[in-house]
């Protein structure tokens, strides 16, 4: 029958399911429970929280943020690339290494600018 073809896409999504579950589960059940104040208290950004909550951040953590997740993306190309690297042959090859040369040239502009520096 046609639904006989979702099986193991359905087999597929209750394991995750069950991975990501598990371990809560186990956690809440065995786990302790012992709460005190400093495992309450509020935490933020590693830091008290001393004014309102709508304060405004300094632009460093959203500058830290943003340069991971655009390094961390560009990365994320070389695992495809990686795999494919037998049938891309040597025009792909060059192709990553001029991507890469880019990806190095954008990281040394943001140290010398002083962007990575943590104050």
Known sequence: ???E???PVLIFILVGIGVGAAPLLLGRVLGPHRPDAAKNSPYECGFEAFEDARMKFDVRYYLVAILFILFDLEIAFLFPWAVALKHVGAAGFWA???FLSILVVGFIYEWK???LDWE
């Open 1 to 3: 029958m046609f639904l």
């Open 5 to 7: 073809q979702y099986l």
């Open 113 to 115: 600018k002083g962007a």
């Open 96 to 98: 990553m290494m001029i």
